[in-house]
């Protein structure tokens, strides 16, 4: 069978894409099942990891001890509300002279980091 193009790799990039905050695996189930697309978590597992490898989706860890994903786009950070789990994006690369500043003092040339903004939504902030 070819994993390239099953109903529920369709499904699931078409998913992401009308996604505006990182997806975990038992939300894509729910849209696929309400999709009709009888599915289970051995095959979103399957497909996402898949696409995953693939170079198609990113795969993110926000310490809830499981992984979301979201389409490969321009460089971003999310903004996590501890207060009730709401996952924004921030467009823009805030650390460019930060990457610049440690290739001019030791020579490391960075490649990649990670950044994620943990902290309480307006809503959350109104609660509490
Ligand atoms: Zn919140
Ligand atoms: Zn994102």
């Known amino acids: 069978m070819d994993l390239k193009s099953t109903p529920a790799r369709d499904a699931i990039?078409?998913?992401?894409?009308?996604?505006?905050?990182?997806?975990?695996?038992?939300?894509?189930?729910?849209?696929l099942r309400s999709n009709n697309l009888n599915t289970n978590k051995v095959t979103v597992y399957r497909?996402?990891?898949?696409?995953?490898?693939?170079?198609?989706?990113?795969?993110l860890e926000f310490g809830e001890g499981k992984f979301r994903y979201e389409l490969k786009k321009n460089h971003h950070h999310h903004l996590i509300c501890t207060g009730c789990g709401k996952i924004e994006e921030v467009e823009g690369d805030f650390?460019?002279?930060?990457?610049?500043?440690?290739?001019?003092?030791?020579?490391?040339?960075?490649?990649?980091?990670?950044?994620?903004?943990?902290?309480?939504?307006?809503?959350c902030q109104i609660k509490n």
């Open 13 to 31: 990039l078409c998913f992401l894409k009308s996604s505006k905050s990182p997806v975990d695996v038992e939300q894509i189930i729910e849209y």
């Open 47 to 59: 497909n996402i990891e898949r696409l995953y490898k693939d170079g198609e989706v990113e795969r």
């Open 95 to 123: 650390l460019n002279k930060m990457e610049e500043e440690i290739y001019r003092t030791g020579g490391f040339k960075v490649k990649n980091h990670v950044l994620e903004f943990y902290g309480l939504c307006r809503k």
